[in-house]
């Protein structure tokens, strides 16, 4: 029996080992093989065309292409037109960040005012479609172009047009103000260069992409004014704006890629 155990011991040690040393090697070649198919399915998407949920909530409906030129770099372009700005309108009825009134250039129809507001705070603006243009190369920082980490520079042209009914004009102001059916033309204009770091993730037919970035927009603005001149009669007129600021972004986009 002793002599039994001195042979069947070894012999089960050889083939536990044996075991064990079969599972493993299958085990890594099906994952070697599941990955290579993965990277393989990846560097075969070389388009996507995305849209972006978030963006009606300040007026763009946009829709974008992306396009992969080599395993690190893409460019994607983006167009779409722009609607009512709600949450523009939202901060400016909270009056935060606010631009002074200083910023503004005044020019009158007709004699000097002494005394300027916005026609729009007094009714409701009507508002236009307007355009909206963006270009934006990229760098993926794992070499694994449209899905990973990556970094981007923008340029993006938005334009907002909307109208005010302007005000009878030659009249006292001590007189309540009168609106005409006239709606005179208003605009905003944002040329914004960004910097963007974000991630995209390119599953079996969609893709999901999200990012954070700082820009420089240089803003030009029209909006009609009304006031009294010296003689307190209604005088109307535009105030226009120039400036560069600095604007916060963030953006969520999903996609179809091809």
């Given at each position: 029996?002793?002599?039994?155990?001195?042979?069947?011991?070894?012999?089960?040690?050889?083939?536990?080992?044996?075991?064990?040393?079969?599972?493993?090697?299958?085990?890594?070649?099906?994952?070697?093989?599941?990955?290579?198919?993965?990277?393989?399915?990846?560097?075969?998407?070389t388009n996507i065309i995305k849209i972006a949920p978030l963006s009606f909530l300040v007026g763009i409906v946009p829709v974008f292409y992306e396009r992969r030129l080599s395993d690190l770099f893409s460019v994607q372009v983006g167009a779409g037109i722009t609607i009512k700005?709600?949450?523009?309108e939202t901060v400016d009825n909270l009056e935060i960040g606010k631009?002074?009134?200083?910023?503004?250039?005044?020019n009158w129809n007709g004699g000097q005012g002494n005394l300027y507001l916005f026609a729009s705070e007094d009714q409701k603006p009507k508002y236009k479609t307007?355009?909206?243009?963006?270009?934006?190369?990229?760098?993926?920082?794992?070499?694994?172009?449209?899905?990973?980490?990556?970094?981007?520079?923008?340029?993006?042209?938005?334009s907002y047009k909307y109208g005010s009914r302007s005000?009878?004009?030659?009249?006292?102001?001590?007189?309540?103000?009168?609106?005409?059916?006239?709606?005179?033309?208003?605009y905003d204009k944002y040329s914004d260069i960004a910097v963007h770091f974000g991630g995209q993730t390119i599953y079996d037919r969609l893709s999901v992409e999200y990012s954070v970035g700082v820009a420089i927009r240089n803003k030009q603005s029209r909006r009609y004014v009304y006031g009294f001149d010296n003689n307190n009669d209604y005088v109307d007129g535009y105030a226009d704006l120039k400036k560069s600021i600095p604007v916060g972004l963030f953006s969520f986009r999903v996609g179809y890629h091809f």
């Open positions: 029996m002793k002599i039994c155990m001195r042979f069947i011991l070894p012999i089960l040690l050889i083939c536990i080992v044996f075991t064990t040393s079969a599972q493993q090697t299958v085990y890594f070649s099906k994952d070697t093989s599941a990955t290579n198919k993965k990277k393989y399915n990846r560097s075969s998407e700005n709600y949450l523009k631009i002074e009134d200083g910023d503004y250039t005044l307007g355009s909206y243009f963006s270009i934006q190369p990229r760098v993926y920082f794992d070499g694994e172009a449209m899905d990973g980490y990556y970094m981007g520079i923008s340029y993006d042209n938005t005000i009878v004009t030659g009249v006292p102001s001590s007189n309540s103000i009168s609106f005409t059916d006239t709606y005179v033309k208003e």
